[in-house]
């Protein structure tokens, strides 16, 4: 499968600052992405989907100003958390999906995930 | 929408014994399912997949198949293995849903040696 990597795989940081995760995919080249949030124990929750060079869509109950997602290139996003605050500590973790073009086009591929901690 | 409910966990076994995790969705479309495996502090593997009803997916000793009559995709192993303690999501993926996951809520699996 493809493989998918994420920067940095974890990171602390005090309230009120910014941190900004890259999420790559490294053997091709996806249409659209996925950022995901999960908490201690829980599943997964989409927080939003985007396609190269368009603004992401958020699901509700997700802030697009504080979440800022840029999906720059076909093989790289990145999730910028804005004023992050402790409830913002999280596992984040991207996914891509390389769309009807690929032989597994339904399927995702998942980073590694970032572990965000913030004091 | 769609959904995905699977069985409440945690679920503990001993090794070698049979293990099966429910698994039900809802779903408007025709999905794809998927099981996915999530070891302690990494992040989500794709474990098996099937596109379509009657498809059964099988990989590591794990096999699941897609019942569209019941909509079911339970996991099923004969023999687990201490290695096997990880945390399970079954999932789906729609094309009329934009090939978003929605994912369960996880079966967290302790295999005791």
């Known amino acids: 499968g493809a493989v998918v990597s994420q920067h940095p795989s974890w990171v602390i940081c005090k309230s009120g600052t910014s941190v900004k995760i890259e999420c790559r995919s490294l053997?091709?080249?996806?249409?659209?992405m996925f950022w995901y949030r999960q908490f201690p124990k829980q599943s997964l929750m989409l927080m939003a989907t985007s396609n190269e060079g368009s603004k992401a869509t958020y699901e509700q109950g997700v802030e697009k100003d504080k979440f800022l997602i840029n999906h720059a290139s076909l093989t790289l996003s990145t999730l910028t958390v804005t004023s992050a605050h402790p409830e913002d500590s999280s596992f984040y973790i991207c996914s891509f999906t390389g769309g009807p073009s690929l032989p597994s086009y339904n399927e995702q591929f998942f980073g590694p995930g970032t572990r965000l901690t913030v004091l | 929408g769609d959904s995905v409910t699977q069985m409440e966990g945690p679920v503990t076994l001993s090794e070698e014994a049979f293990l099966t995790i429910n698994c039900t969705y809802t779903?408007?479309?025709?999905?794809?399912l998927f099981w996915y495996v999530q070891y302690p502090g990494e992040g989500l593997q794709l474990l098996l997949k099937?596109?379509?009803?009657?498809d059964k997916g099988s990989n590591k000793g794990f096999e699941a198949t897609y019942r569209k009559e019941t909509t079911s995709f339970h996991l099923e192993k004969g023999s687990v293995q201490v290695s096997d303690s990880a945390v399970y999501f079954c999932?789906?993926?729609?094309?009329?849903?934009?090939?978003?996951?929605?994912f369960g809520a996880g079966t967290r699996l302790f295999v005791k040696a």
């Open positions: 779903a408007t479309g025709y999905p794809s």
């Open positions: 099937a596109t379509k009803a009657d």
């Open positions: 053997d091709f080249q996806a249409t659209t």
């Open positions: 999932a789906l993926s729609d094309r009329t849903g934009g090939f978003k996951t929605i």
